[in-house]
């Protein structure tokens, strides 16, 4: 995340992967107050052991795209409406907005818990334990539905 201020938001993601068993690495990697900290972080993050980096940031967010620059891992761009964002537009269009060649998987404004479920889904195509979790999630989803639908037929 671009900042600590993000961790609000970007909490959901490390909760849904925690949930999952899935092992999460926190960092805070600023595109412009430590620009160096995120080449060398992106540039290493695959030696590291990193499958797929989820990247938050709002206002002017370059981190998503630039981290996806310096390497060839997924990267799952969560815009964030921060303190500096105007309405968080400002912060979906430069994430979202990527050119050809360098992509970001952009998910909703302050959209984390997404971002850790696109990660697992990711990580469950050669995963067949988190494959069956992820089911069993979408079970429980649609099942908690049907609840409310008789809790509202109840009223
Ligand atoms: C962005 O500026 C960060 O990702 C954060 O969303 C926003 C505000 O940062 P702080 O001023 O709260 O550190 O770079």
Do not use: C
Not at 85 to 109: C, E, F, H, R, Y
Not at 131 to 143: G, I, Y
Request: hydrophobic share 45%; no cysteine; proline share 5%.
């Amino acid at each position: 995340m671009g900042s600590s201020s993000d961790y609000p938001v970007m909490q959901e993601a490390e909760k849904i992967l925690v949930e999952f068993g899935v092992i999460v690495a926190k960092e805070v990697v600023s595109a412009h107050r430590t620009p160096e900290k995120m080449v060398s972080f992106a540039k290493t993050a695959k030696r590291n052991g990193i499958s797929i980096i989820i990247a938050g940031a709002g206002g002017a967010a370059h981190l998503p795209g630039m981290v996806a620059s310096l390497t060839t891992l997924p990267v799952i761009g969560v815009p964030i409406k921060s303190s500096n964002s105007i309405d968080g537009w400002d912060s979906i269009l430069s994430i979202l907005q990527m050119p050809n060649g360098i992509p970001v998987a952009t998910v909703a404004l302050n959209g984390a818990k997404n971002a850790g479920i696109l990660a697992i889904r990711m990580l469950a195509v050669s995963n067949k334990a988190l494959s069956k979790k992820l089911e069993h999630f979408q079970k429980t989803m649609a099942s908690d539905v049907e609840k409310s639908q008789e809790q509202l037929d109840q009223r």
